[in-house]
């Protein structure tokens, strides 16, 4: 059956680098696109940035600069990097499956990172 | 970037037909995509297109809209209900999500 996994480290400092990784089973990456959202406690989710089937990459404008998405299919894994990370990082992290352009029908359960010394 | 704007808020008592609604800064076709979430859960798809019910959904879930003013239906409410609701688009890079409606059921 089709999951997602999200890891990474649960506590960065700040003005380093946050690395996640989205582990998936049930389907190709090569089929579906892939996107991460991040949820502030309390607030609304905000999407971050996409891996599209076809390999080719969008990211939130406010945060371009500071990102970046890969994949490797051989080990059917997503990986989301965003540097100098600020307390207002911190958030639950999802990543999520769609058809290109299409709603995400599956969603991990989430990492939680906090931003903090 | 596209905005999208919704209403904070809305209560509503069961049996009541409610619609939430969803409005972009400019056209969007039919890209808009709809969840639910509950506290402590990953957002869950209701409705894609605009007016496509994901499989699994009750009907009693609908979507509507195309170009700039989209609605989520929900007819009959139930308690369950409870929950924010977002909307999303995929018409316009990047993608973006509206700022949620919280549904309480009196």
């Known amino acids: 059956q089709v999951q997602l996994k999200e890891s990474g480290p649960g506590l960065v400092q700040p003005s380093r680098t946050l690395s996640l990784t989205c582990t998936v089973s049930g389907f190709s990456l090569t089929s579906y696109a892939i996107s991460w959202v991040r949820q502030p406690p309390g607030k609304g989710l905000e999407w971050i940035a996409a891996i599209w089937s076809g390999g080719s990459t969008d990211y939130n404008s406010a945060l371009k600069s500071r990102l970046s998405i890969s994949r490797d299919t051989s080990k059917n894994q997503v990986l989301l990097k965003m540097n100098s990370l600020q307390t207002e990082d911190t958030a639950m992290y999802f990543c999520?499956?769609?058809?290109?352009?299409?709603?995400?029908?599956?969603w991990g359960q989430g990492v939680m990172v906090t931003v903090s010394s | 970037d596209t905005v999208l704007t919704q209403s904070p808020a809305l209560a509503v008592s069961p049996g009541e037909r409610v619609t939430i609604s969803c409005r972009a800064s400019e056209s969007v076709s039919t890209g808009i995509h709809w969840y639910q979430q509950k506290p402590g859960q990953q957002p869950k798809l209701l409705i894609y297109g605009a007016s496509n019910l994901k499989s699994g959904v009750p009907a009693r879930f609908s979507g509507s809209g195309s170009g700039t003013d989209f609605t989520l239906t929900i007819d009959p409410v139930e308690a369950d209900d409870t929950a924010t609701y977002f909307c999303q688009q995929s018409w316009n890079d990047p993608l973006t999500f509206g700022s949620g409606t919280k549904l309480e059921i009196k």
């Open positions: 999520a499956r769609s058809e290109d352009y299409g709603g995400s029908d599956y």
